[in-house]
């Protein structure tokens, strides 16, 4: 007896592999040929308190299978704009292989494939993992053009070095400034409740960082806050999911209340992707199982949808 198989399947959100939004899944990182490429990066090594955020891509891949209806576009009848359409083509490369208890092999590998995506000439889009993964990412791009760093965020993240850890989630930003190729760092988000001493706050500020909280952020407005980016400057993109109120985003180790909600963040990266080229982009912190409804993963997903829909409108 020989089984049929209908091959005009409606594929809906909850049938099938769950890719990034189920688009095409690339496991040949010397093959990908792509506008934007996603990244796993399942590591969560450097966190100080909750770890979970390892099941993050996992969360965040599964929720954003709700988005894969119309893979002619998006239409946001508020903008009157169609975004991600046909045209626009973004594939998912798996995840980067997590050696466990081995920050630096892990991170390696993250780098790797952050390096593949640039060589092909894609958007690298990373779904961590703890924020520690930020530091191979910014890494791989060594042999680019400078950048300016946005981090969207509740924590500073500017530690130089903690219990001898200097890779872990407190110290990514600290390791971004130092490299040559960043140009410099808007941080946004940064609340009273942060793990940094005054000290980190000089620091920052020394080596070139602008530092604004979400009070500061709100009064200035989506578009005084794109204002403090440098004109011309290309931006390289960091948003840890506690930038977000927990009330809206409670799947997280380090949750933080007196966040951002949803439209702020939204309507902060339209403006950037308006003004300037983005680089490249990276969601982290989403830790699963702290959220049974599943709200954060679907706004973690939704977010990145959105902001590569701004992205590619720009461009056009």
């Known amino acids: 007896m020989t089984n049929s198989y ?3 399947r409606l594929d809906l959100p909850f049938v099938g592999v769950a890719t990034f939004g189920k688009r095409p899944l690339v496991t040949d990182w010397s093959a990908i040929d792509a506008d934007v490429a ?3 990066a399942p590591f969560d090594f450097g966190t100080q308190w909750r770890s979970g955020a390892r099941f993050g891509p996992r969360g965040v891949r599964e929720a954003s299978t ?22 626009v083509r973004i594939v998912d490369i798996g995840d980067a292989d997590i050696v466990h208890t081995d920050t630096e092999k892990s991170h390696a ?19 961590g993992g703890d924020h520690s993964v930020n530091i191979p990412c910014i890494r791989a791009y060594d042999d ?22 200097r890779h872990g989630h407190g110290n990514p930003m ?50 005084g ?25 409670s799947g997280t180790g380090t949750p933080s209340h007196g966040g951002f909600l949803y439209y702020d963040v939204l309507e902060l990266l339209q403006q950037v992707a308006r003004r300037h080229e983005v680089v490249g982009f990276d969601l982290v912190e989403v830790a699963p199982d702290y959220d049974p409804t599943g709200s954060t993963a679907i706004l973690a997903a939704q977010i990145t949808l959105n902001f590569l829909g701004f992205i590619f409108d720009a461009q056009n």
């Open 225 to 249: 806050v794109a204002d403090r980016i440098p004109d011309g400057a290309r931006v390289y993109v960091t948003l840890d999911i506690d930038a977000f109120c927990p009330s809206i985003a």
């Open 66 to 87: 709700l988005f894969s209806f119309g893979h002619a576009g998006a239409y946001d009848h508020e903008d009157d704009r169609t975004y991600l359409p046909g045209d």
């Open 174 to 223: 600290r390791r971004a400034a130092e490299q040559p190729f960043v140009s410099g760092l808007t941080q946004v988000g940064i609340r009273n409740v942060s793990s940094t001493a005054k000290e980190g706050y000089d620091d920052a500020r020394a080596m070139g960082s602008d530092i604004l909280s979400v009070r500061q952020a709100r009064a200035l407005g989506p578009e």
């Open 144 to 165: 680019q053009k400078p950048f300016h760093i946005l981090q969207i965020d509740a924590h500073l993240d500017f530690v130089d070095e903690r219990h001898g850890v």
């Open 38 to 40: 996603v990244l796993g």
């Open 109 to 127: 590998n993250i780098e790797a494939g952050v390096r593949a995506i640039l060589k092909a000439g894609a958007l690298p889009v990373v779904i």
């Open 6 to 8: 209908d091959t005009d």
